[in-house]
């Protein structure tokens, strides 16, 4: 479609000025027929939702291709009424146009559902109960219990950041058959945290005969449940979790390492520092930038995690281990309570978007000092 | 990734004896990881050998403290004497394999494409709508990256459950999209940036028009950026559990949720729970392995510069 319509001359100083005036007539033609099906499908449903009208669709889908056919004309109404820029325009539009839709429409729902008494199970449908959600939030133990558990989750990071650097480290020393091990040590961030958890989890660290019990036995420890002490059970999920993502701040460690120049190390070196001075004064410095970047991306994944927690402890014992997600996941699935499970959620998006903004102005300022 | 040898960790080291030490700590400690790595793989594919005495007794060799057997992979229907006959169980099997091949696949592919696009018309085109600007736009889709699937969750059950999406694979592709889309965007972004702008000038003073230049000229310099960033939202979509377990129940339900709902169940059969944990990482095991130089690419996009 843009092809064809392109204009002949990418010289002119205004293309929107070669463009004739049918052409942009026909764009505007379309794009207000375009929106006004949309609004007219949009009413229409909602007349016959609310029972107003006896003509409409069982479902909303109708609405979802209407959409599609708006933004098909909103491109075409583009490329015809602004001739070079709208072709450019028409990059943008479908990621943007896509996300919007996506996301937007999505939270601002979220965010009625949020005050709402909305359970899916029940016949009586949704109520609108205003705050009351918010008040049951503040005085909810579990919730709270959830979000300083994911303070400890997130402080994990900076174990699993320091052993990172040292797998960085070793893989950028002067060693043979280095791609083999950098495939090795890549491997677990591959695998299904779903099947990790069954592997580690529920196998390896099983209490009578997993390997990794009866290790700890011969270790010298008794009595080696990991999921069974609230402490141990915390622990081991960060372990897990910490197997399956290391890898991921490594690799950007490595390519830190990799992608620092030759001379400065030299200079040290002939300077006649030692290793460990070299490593404090020279690489970690240099390395600041990539770190920050790898911990706080690190941070960001870390923020969403669920997925073990749902298939290996449920949040046990007695929501010892629960994250956020896996607590809302629970709310849902037992008591099929959206109204309140969303309420939730986006308090812990308010939560994320302050802390993770924080985050970005302190890293940016620790970087900056350092520089 | 050039791999360089940068040798300052020995390069310290004058007596010989010193120089042994620290090989054999570097050694030790790479061999120590990569047991750490591989142990668990390594302890599921052979359990799937194992016969229930086998387990309880912790063997670990095969053939030495156990003799292999298709236990597992026959309850799934896969050993060499059950794959010709009819099993419920593989089917089922396949089914929530296919699924999660088309999902990942066609989500990471319609990322790719609209990803690419607008990272392209972000990196070359100065856009300005309403008040937004180039940068605000670049860091509305970054942006994305940190909501946390919980939060999208439930309005998208009931909406779905509207528009009758829910329990589709159509309705999983949409949101896989959304979720990778950042990130292909954040990769794709740095491939364009290296590209340099004197080439399109040149197809475009040749007659190309814009998007002639780009599909000609820029997309096939750009092809190994597009496969790293597939490769990375292809891990991302295959492995993601929490929106399948949300909005699919019986059709679209992908390997993840399979695995999962196995293990809730009481008195799991080991042997098979590890042939089918076996099963669902193995392509992507694969497919890491053999494309390794494409997922470090996309790791490592945009962090160093």
């Known amino acids: 479609m843009a092809e064809q319509t ?14 004739p005036a049918g052409r942009k007539r026909l764009g ?150 280095r791609k083999f091990f950098r495939v090795v040590f890549l491997l677990p961030l591959m695998l299904s945290p779903v099947a990790v958890s069954w592997m580690i989890g529920k196998s390896l660290m099983e209490y009578r005969f997993g390997p990794a019990a009866t290790l700890a036995r011969h270790l010298g420890w008794d009595n080696p449940a990991f999921f069974s002490n609230p402490i141990t059970a915390r622990i081991s999920i960060m372990v897990l979790d910490a197997w399956t993502f290391i890898p991921f701040m490594m690799i950007m460690l490595l390519a830190g390492l990799q992608a620092m120049s030759r001379e400065v190390l030299e200079a040290a070196r002939v300077d006649g520092a030692t290793t460990w001075q070299t490593f404090w004064q020279v690489i970690f410095p240099l390395m600041l930038p990539v770190s920050v970047t790898a911990v706080i991306l690190r941070i960001i994944f870390k923020l969403k995690l669920a997925d073990i927690i749902i298939t290996v402890t449920s949040g046990g014992p007695g929501g010892a281990t629960d994250s956020v997600s896996s607590f809302i996941y629970r709310e849902y699935r037992d008591r099929s309570n959206v109204g309140y499970g969303t309420m939730l959620a986006m308090a812990y998006l308010v939560i994320i978007i302050v802390f993770v903004t924080w985050l970005l102005k302190f890293a940016s300022r620790f970087v900056r000092n350092v520089n | ?61 095969p053939f030495v403290d156990f003799t292999p057997d298709w236990k597992g992979w026959r309850s799934l229907g896969l050993s060499p004497d059950s794959i010709f006959q009819t099993s419920t169980v593989r089917d089922e099997f396949l089914k929530r394999f296919m699924n999660s091949v088309i999902t990942s696949v066609g989500a990471s592919g319609l990322a790719i494409i609209i990803g690419s696009l607008a990272a392209y018309g972000l990196v070359r085109y100065r856009y300005h709508f309403a008040w937004f600007k180039n940068e605000d736009i670049s860091f509305f889709f970054l942006s994305q990256l940190i909501l946390p699937p919980v939060v999208l969750a439930l309005p998208f059950l009931v909406l779905y459950r509207e528009v009758a999406l829910l329990d589709t694979r159509i309705g999983l592709v949409l949101l896989y999209t959304l979720m990778v889309l950042p990130i292909v965007i954040w990769i794709m972004r740095d491939q364009f940036n290296s590209i340099p702008v004197e080439l399109e000038e040149a197809a475009l003073v040749d007659g190309l028009s814009i998007w002639g230049a780009f599909f000609r000229i820029v997309m096939p310099i750009a092809l190994p950026g597009m496969v790293a960033a597939f490769i ?21 339900k992908t390997i993840p949720v399979m695995v999962a709902s196995q293990t809730g169940s ?9 042939a089918l944990a076996t099963a669902a990482i193995a392509p992507l095991a694969i497919i890491g392995i053999a494309l390794e130089r494409y997922l470090i690419m996309g790791m490592t996009a945009g962090s160093v510069k």
């Open chain 1, 6 to 19: 392109s204009t002949a001359n990418a010289w002119a100083a205004d293309p929107a000025d070669l463009i």
């Open chain 1, 28 to 177: 505007w033609g379309l794009l207000a027929l375009a929106t006004l099906g949309l609004l007219a499908i949009i009413v229409v449903q909602i007349l016959y939702k609310t029972e107003m009208s006896t003509v409409g669709f069982y479902t909303w889908r109708p609405v979802v291709y209407a959409y599609i056919l708006w933004g098909i004309a909103l491109g075409a109404w583009q490329v015809l009424t602004r001739g070079e820029d709208g072709q450019r325009a028409l990059f943008l539009l479908p990621a943007l146009l896509f996300t919007i839709a996506m996301v937007i429409f999505p939270t601002l729902f979220g965010f009625y559902i949020a005050l709402t008494d909305w359970n899916l199970s029940s016949f009586s449908g949704r109520k609108f109960n205003g705050l009351d959600n918010f008040w049951q939030m503040l005085a909810d133990p579990y919730y709270r219990n959830a979000l300083f558990n994911m303070v400890l989750y997130v402080l994990a990071v900076f174990v699993e950041y320091a052993i990172a650097f040292g797998l960085a480290l070793l893989l950028n020393a002067q060693i043979r058959a």
């Open chain 2, 1 to 61: 990734m050039s791999v360089q040898t940068t040798d300052y960790t020995v390069s310290e080291i004058r007596s010989p004896a010193a120089f042994i030490t620290s090989r054999v700590f570097i050694y030790g400690a790479l061999v120590f990881w990569a047991f750490i790595c591989l142990f668990p793989i390594y302890w599921t594919i052979t359990t799937s050998f194992k016969s229930a005495v086998d387990v309880t007794q912790g063997h670990l060799i």
């Open chain 2, 232 to 252: 990375l939202a292809m891990v991302l979509c295959w492995n993601e559990y929490f929106f399948a377990a949300l909005l699919t129940s019986t059709d679209a």
């Open chain 2, 266 to 274: 009481q008195g799991i059969n080991w042997w098979s729970m590890a």
